[in-house]
């Protein structure tokens, strides 16, 4: 079965960094879009940053370019989310979740876009 896994949440002091990781398992990493969405209750989700299965493009939102860095490690089946200089409206729940599409701007900007699978999350929280 297809799954993925977050996890590196926590509390941390504005400013400050952490590095989340997406474990999947049942699928080849290299084959699939694997995106970070991020939700705060009462708020829309967001796509922050997403990454290609053709030549690991990458896509930021605004709000996190030259902050955050997503990457993959393919002996690990992990994509990591390296979080650098952390503000407190960065608090929120961390989502990894794995797609197919025809652009990786589809999977990170497209609401209705449908993902073959999604983690629990992990949270992160902001302290200023």
């Known amino acids: 079965q297809m799954q993925v896994a977050e996890s590196g949440g926590g509390l941390v002091d504005s400013g400050g960094s952490l590095r989340l990781s997406c474990v999947a398992s049942?699928?080849?990493?290299?084959?699939?879009?694997i995106g970070w969405f991020r939700q705060v209750p009462g708020q829309e989700r967001e796509g922050i940053s997403c990454?290609?299965?053709?030549?690991?493009?990458?896509y930021y939102d605004v709000s996190v370019q030259g902050r955050f860095t997503i990457s993959r490690d393919y002996t690990k089946s992990t994509v990591y989310l390296r979080m650098n200089n952390l503000k407190p409206e960065d608090t929120a729940l961390y989502f990894c979740?794995?797609?197919?599409?025809?652009?990786?701007?589809?999977?990170?900007?497209?609401?209705?876009?449908?993902?073959?699978?999604w983690g629990q999350g992990t949270r992160v929280t902001v302290s200023s």
């Open positions: 979740a794995v797609g197919s599409f025809t652009t990786i701007e589809e999977m990170c900007l497209n609401k209705a876009a449908i993902m073959d699978v």
């Open positions: 049942g699928f080849t990493l290299d084959d699939y879009d």
């Open positions: 990454i290609g299965r053709e030549d690991d493009s990458t």
